[in-house]
Structure formats: structure tokens, C-alpha cells
T-cell receptor
């Protein structure tokens, strides 16, 4: 059974204070690891897909990295508009299209 | 390109009733997946439809069902509603088997 654990559950940063969110996973054959951002009352917004260990992807102040057991979402010089819940999900080779999500990290960036 | 649309956005029902939710995928996407999001369980996979066929199913009771039409639009139905069915129901569409794009969700409240 695929499993995803995200830490920390909540993170409060000052504007400009860089940090990282962690996503640990177990899956029998990784097809893809996904990061989403979710604002209150809205659906998850796609950020990145990572397929293999060593892969990195960047978008504005966000950078996602992947190892064989975990993924990190690095946030550089965050702004208040980066405040949201960040969700990590995995798709295993035996799972078809099913995404297994972690509980998310609720990020608050104070001005 | 228009994103995933879901209707209605909000719904209030009473226990024992049934409900039908609708999802229109991104143009050209043939795969539609449904997820339930609750504060206690997070995001959980319900089922996936591709070319009008259910291709994958999560661990939900038979009260939860769905279908897909020839234009790729999908509906999900919940019969004999229970208080625990109160949740945000999310639809996601994908072009291939990996990256899924989510709609805004339907907020269902069961009284």
C-alpha cells in the first residue's frame, strides 16, 4: 500500500525566510511524485511532477527535489501570497491513476 | 484553455437523500478521477473513468458510484447519504495517466 507522510504539519515563516517542506513516501515502484498547492475552499493547483531520484524542478520561488525515499519543496524568500497548504502525492506502478496524498503542510508567511 | 469545472459548487442535503455531482474535464482530457477531501482523512481516491469505463476504484462503499459520458463529462452519485459523507468532492482530469488537474470542488453538507 502506498503511503505518504508530510512534515511539518504547519509552518510559519517571516517574509523572506527560506525553508523546506518534507514528503516521505513508500511505494512499490514510483511512477510519479506530485506537488500541489491548495488555498482554502479551492481545489488543489498543480505545481510539479517528479519521476526519478535526482530530478529537480523549479517555478518562481519554489524548487522540488526527489530522492528514493523523500521529496523536498524548497521555498526561497517566500512572500505572503505563498501562504497555502502544500500537498504531496505519489502514484505507484500498481496503482493505476490513483494518487495517494499526504495530509499536507499548512504554510503561513507573515509580512 | 478552460480548466476543470464542477457543478454545483455547494450542496446541502439531509440524511437518506441521494446526490449527483457533475464534472467537465479540460478539453481533450479523457480521464476523470474523483476524490473526497475531509479534515480527518485528507484526500482519498474514489474512482477513475476513462473512455466511459471505470478503470480504477478506491475503498468506498457501493453507495458511491459514477459514470462518464461520450464527451468525457462525468457524474458521481452518492445514495442514502450519511452525516460522514459531508466533504469537499474534487474532480480531476488528465491527458495521460499521470498529472491530474483539479477542479474547484463541490462542497457537500449532509444534515
Amino acid at each position: 500500500e502506498d503511503q505518504v507522510t508530510q512534515s511539518p504539519e504547519a509552518l510559519r515563516l517571516q517574509e523572506g525566510e527560506s525553508s523546506s517542506l518534507n514528503c516521505s513516501y513508500t511505494v512499490s515502484g514510483l511512477r510519479g511524485l506530485f506537488w500541489y498547492r491548495q488555498d482554502p475552499g479551492k481545489g488543489p493547483e498543480f505545481l510539479f511532477t517528479l519521476y526519478s531520484a535526482g530530478e529537480e524542478k523549479e517555478k518562481e520561488r519554489l524548487k522540488a527535489t526527489l530522492t528514493k525515499k523523500e521529496s523536498f519543496l524548497h521555498i526561497t524568500a517566500p512572500k505572503p501570497e505563498d501562504s497555502a497548504t502544500y500537498l504531496c502525492a505519489v502514484q505507484g506502478e500498481s496503482s493505476g491513476s490513483r494518487l495517494t496524498f499526504g495530509e499536507g503542510t499548512q504554510l503561513t508567511v507573515n509580512p | 484553455k478552460a480548466g476543470v469545472t464542477q457543478t454545483p459548487r455547494y450542496l446541502i442535503k439531509t440524511r437518506g437523500q441521494q446526490v449527483t455531482l457533475s464534472c467537465s474535464p479540460i478539453s481533450g482530457h479523457r480521464s476523470v478521477s474523483w476524490y473526497q477531501q475531509t479534515p480527518g482523512q485528507g484526500l482519498q481516491f474514489l474512482f477513475e473513468y476513462f473512455s466511459e469505463t471505470q478503470r480504477n476504484k478506491g475503498n468506498f462503499p457501493g453507495r458511491f458510484s459514477g459514470r462518464q459520458f461520450s464527451n468525457s463529462r462525468s457524474e458521481m452519485n452518492v445514495s442514502t447519504l450519511e452525516l460522514g459523507d459531508s466533504a469537499l468532492y474534487l474532480c480531476a482530469s488528465s491527458l495521460t495517466a499521470d498529472t491530474q488537474y483539479f477542479g474547484p470542488g463541490t462542497r457537500l453538507t449532509v444534515l
